[in-house]
């Protein structure tokens, strides 16, 4: 158990909808990092934010958001879905961010569009 | 953006060391590099990170050459349960911070 927490753990939902993914941190952890996974694929950094601010950018979809919390949990909203979509979004966490990256992940959320 | 290739997979037997090579060619001065394990369907753990030279702790070294544009992740006797996927990562600390993840090495151990 990484510490980090993702929910749900799946969701299906339908083309053109609109789904909020959530993450909470490892405790003490001030950045909060997003991936998606699509079947037997990579990782794709999507976007990482460090105690409330956005700190890097990946190949993140402009119908994709993210933020960051006071409490630093952070929420990943995905709008007008496409089947395209459908992959396992995992969330990860640092202490720090600032010096090498050791990320600690969570479970991840999978997503189906249908 | 530091891009990394990665052998597609490789194939070994129980007790065996392993070798995984990451090549960074445009790596920049402040990147870090680091290497993570995925089992299916479960996300990436920490396995090992270094800058330059050595780095060995109680799963893994990661050999680092002098010019840093590639980087060796290296598994003493592997068993079955360390079948999985392999990235490195390389990590920029200053600048855009980019972060970008090998398309990973799929490691099968045999008995």
């Known amino acids: 158990d990484s510490g980090v927490t993702q929910t749900p753990k799946h969701l299906i939902t339908a083309t053109g909808q609109r789904v909020t993914l959530r993450c909470s941190p490892r405790?003490?952890?001030?950045?909060v990092y997003w991936y998606q996974q699509s079947l037997d694929q990579g990782l794709q950094f999507l976007i990482q934010y460090y105690n409330g601010e956005e700190r890097a950018k990946g190949n993140i979809l402009e119908r994709f958001s993210a933020q960051q919390f006071p409490d630093l949990h952070s929420e990943l909203n995905l709008s007008s879905l496409e089947l395209g979509d459908s992959a396992l979004y995992f969330c990860?966490?640092?202490?720090?961010?600032?010096?090498?990256?050791?990320?600690?992940f969570g479970p991840g959320t999978r997503l189906t569009v249908t | 953006l530091a891009k990394t290739t990665q052998p597609i997979s490789m194939d070994s037997y129980e007790g065996q060391e392993v070798n995984i090579t990451c090549s960074h060619n445009n790596i920049a001065t402040n990147d870090y590099i680091t290497w993570y394990q995925q089992f299916p369907s479960q996300g990436p753990r920490f396995i090992i990170q270094?800058?330059?030279t050595k780095v060995t702790n109680e799963v893994a070294s990661l050999f680092i050459p002098a010019d840093r544009k590639s980087s060796t992740l290296s598994l003493p006797r592997v068993s079955l349960s360390d079948t999985a996927v392999y990235y490195c990562?390389?990590?920029?600390?200053?600048?855009?911070?980019?972060?970008?993840f090998g398309s990973g090495t799929r490691l099968q151990v045999q008995p």
């Open positions: 990562l390389v990590a920029s600390n200053t600048g855009r911070r980019a972060l970008t």
């Open positions: 990860a966490s640092s202490e720090t961010g600032e010096k090498g990256y050791e990320q600690y």
């Open positions: 405790s003490g952890d001030l950045s």
């Open positions: 270094g800058y330059k």
